[in-house]
């Protein structure tokens, strides 16, 4: 998964963490609430790295060049490598992998389904945009995590060489023939409206996350905090159409 673009889009809290994010896992796992929705968000976020890897692996069909190929083929193995990271702690606190991922999986597949790329740079586009869109809703839940799953959260979390890669194909296409932006900037406002729709589906559906995003547990978003994270997610994504040299 992509990271934020740029050090403005991370969202650290500038004040000491206090709470559950001023806790380790052993202190923090206590209260079986909590302990339950890490256990959802490290399997959603397992099962997105292995869709990423199968995903980048597909797009490397459709390059258009040797080294196009191999760059794809070297981000594939660096969400793989994300995956068994996730996949290892889950094991080490005593879960199954594949149990965790199970109930994300449907959800999951079903946007990969809907946002099939038709061809190289909607493949590209999908990569950058979508994944950014995960990845900083994933951040924003990551602030108040305890120490030891934030830490895991944002090492997977890191820029696998997507961006910068995504941003020079994208932007050398428009050059060669502007009216490609017209048709990728449709591309990604679909993607942004599809990203959305599945991570509040995902959410509304495991009732322990839900909970620890709104109220009750690792000091909770309130309502207002919930539109104000959204707000920032979607300035995010202008700012990333903006990279591509498309209109969002």
Known sequence: ?????????????AEAPTGIAAQDWERASA???????????????????????????????LAPSLDDKAELAKMAAAEFGHFQRLRDRLT????????AMQPFA?????FHRQTAPSDWLEGLVKAYVGDSIASDFYREVAVRLDSDTRALVLTVLDDTGHATFAVEKVRAAIEAEPRVGGRLALWARRLMGEALSQAQRVVADRDALSTMLVGGVADGFDLAEVGKMFSRITEAHTKRMAALGLAA
């Not at 998964?1 to 809290?13: Q, R, V, Y």
């Not at 080490?92 to 594949?98: G, K, L, S, Y």
């Open 92 to 99: 080490a606190i005593d879960v199954e992998p594949t149990g």
């Open 1 to 13: 998964m992509e990271t934020s673009d740029n050090a403005e889009n991370a969202n650290e809290p």
């Open 106 to 110: 449907a959800a999951l597949d079903e």
């Open 31 to 61: 209260d079986p609430q909590y302990r339950a929705a890490v256990v959802d968000l490290l399997g959603a976020l397992a099962y997105g790295e292995l869709a990423a890897f199968e995903r980048l692996a597909e797009d490397a069909k």
